[in-house]
């Protein structure tokens, strides 16, 4: 299993070559080279295991054995979840009305985030301690990834983990499980602008081939593979769940909602489809569109400003593993993902060509969604189950009580019948506990666990980041700073 660029420009790399890496150093994303193929028997056998054995299952096929022994891969893939509050990891809840909600957010942040990191962080310790190897990782946040992330790695001697986030743009929440992380080997900027605009210095950083090289630059947002690894197994675990039955020929088909702000979520579920999953996409955005209006009308383009919505994580205009999808999609042609890739990144506009927006719209369904309909799904869902939705859920939940289930062919009759509808479920990125100024919105009582409660107290630190400042170059002396200390 190797791993080549999207952009087709850089020799082929060994899984640890893509979890080492951010962008490729032609300035594409890392996919794998062959994406397995799954038969219905290895479905029906997996349909039995649990949430972390699904992940070991899955990571074997992507992760060669000659480079982490299985026995190795299952030790980590344990370890990595062993600080998750629920015993199954994952949780599935069955609510009124048909609303599936899979609880992908019982790790330390409260965030789906944690899932893949956690795993993410475990392989990096692993290499790093068998090359007495050090690393600066780099990562722009829009709310979770960056807890996530330094959650996965605080503490660590061979370490050091720079987090730009959005200042004002976070929930108050998100940005305390940030800057309350005082352990030396965590240095949190808060930057004056948006999401968008912190990606610009560390892909400025990622750009300078020599710097990367000399100080062993990498990212842990969902640029770097093993993230998107890791969430293939949302899509099985959740349809292995959902599926009426596994004695079907064929197997029956479920619908998963996506709450999506960069894509690499989606992008996952686009692997797990490829690789036989029977399962129907739906990425819901929030207004910030783009991924919407180009499903629907191969528009990629920016918008003239990112908008500031309750679903705070997923205000996000330049979602880039989009990239990834079109290359699946294009058949792996990485000449038409670098000619397009590079219009987009002169114009900031890009119009698909006809025959891949098709099989980008067949492969997707997608919904835009706005604060007023964010606010009433979690209303609803609220009054009809006493359960609180997070603000990004509740984008997903907003599609469902929007969409009544779909007629479908009746298998014994030649007609369309509402009682054997598709089985749906949507996917929950976060804890409502993070987002309590989106529950007060909704008219709803925040339940705040103690932990979170006690992030107020706590002493922060971090670096502010003005307008004006050369961003990249602020951060460029304190890597500089901290690579004399090693």
């Known amino acids: 299993m190797e791993y080549v660029s999207t952009q087709g420009g850089t020799r082929a790399v060994d899984f640890e070559g893509a979890l080492f890496s951010g962008y490729a150093p032609d300035g594409g994303l890392f996919m794998p080279q062959r994406i397995p193929s799954l038969d219905r028997d290895t479905l029906r056998r997996w349909s039995s295991l649990s949430y972390p054995e699904l992940v070991k299952e899955l990571c074997s096929l992507f992760i060669p054995a000659e480079l982490v022994p299985r026995n190795a891969l299952n030790d980590l893939i344990d370890r990595a979840f062993s600080r998750f509050r629920h015993k199954g990891v994952v949780h ?100 004056h602008g948006n999401s968008d605009e912190i990606d610009e210095p560390i892909k400025e950083l990622f750009a300078d081939i020599d710097f990367a090289g000399k100080y062993n630059l990498m990212s842990l947002n969902s640029v770097n593979w093993s993230r998107i690894m890791v969430q293939i197994a949302h899509y099985f675990y959740a349809y292995l769940q959902c599926a009426p039955s596994m004695d079907t020929i064929p197997l029956p088909v479920v619908e998963i909602v996506v709450p999506t702000g960069g894509g690499g979520n989606i992008t996952a579920g686009c692997i797990a489809q490829k690789m036989g999953l029977p399962v129907r996409l739906v990425t819901v955005v929030n207004s910030n569109d783009i991924i919407h209006r180009t499903v629907q ?60 927006h098709r099989k980008l719209s067949e492969t997707l369904g997608s919904c835009s969604v706005s604060d007023e309909d964010i606010v009433g799904a979690m209303r609803r869902c609220w009054e009809e189950n006493q359960y609180l939705l997070c603000p990004h859920s509740a984008v997903a939940a907003h599609y469902h009580y929007s969409q009544p289930h779909r007629a479908r062919l009746h298998p014994k009759f030649s007609c369309f019948s509402f009682i054997s509808s598709i089985p749906r479920c949507c996917l929950a990125p976060a804890s409502a506990a993070k987002f309590q100024d989106a529950l007060l919105r ?28 050369d961003w990249a170059q602020v951060l460029r002396g304190r890597i500089e700073a901290v690579a004399q200390q090693w």
């Open 92 to 191: 599935l809840s069955r609510l009124k009305n048909g609303l599936n909600v899979l609880e992908l957010w019982h790790g330390v942040t409260y965030a789906f985030k944690d899932l893949s990191l956690s795993c993410t962080g475990q392989f990096l310790q692993y290499f790093l301690e068998k090359k007495q190897k050090h690393v600066n990782i780099l990562v722009g946040t829009s709310g979770d990834t960056g807890s996530s992330a330094i959650e996965s790695v605080r503490g660590q001697k061979n370490v050091d983990i720079f987090v730009l986030l959005p200042k004002g743009f976070c929930t108050q929440i998100q940005e305390l499980q940030m800057t309350t992380v005082i352990e030396d080997n965590v240095h949190v900027f808060a930057a």
């Open 297 to 356: 009308h191969g528009d990629f383009s920016l918008a003239e400003s990112v908008k500031a919505t309750l679903a705070s994580a997923m205000d996000i205009q330049e979602p880039y593993n989009v990239e990834r999808i079109l290359w699946l999609l294009s058949g792996s042609d990485s000449h038409l993902i670098k000619t397009l890739m590079e219009q987009f990144n002169v114009s900031k506009r890009l119009k698909l060509p006809e025959d891949l």
């Open 442 to 469: 909704a008219g709803l009582v925040p339940q705040i666990p103690p932990d979170i409660t006690a992030l107020t107290a706590m002493e922060t630190r971090s670096t502010p980041l003005e307008q004006g400042q």
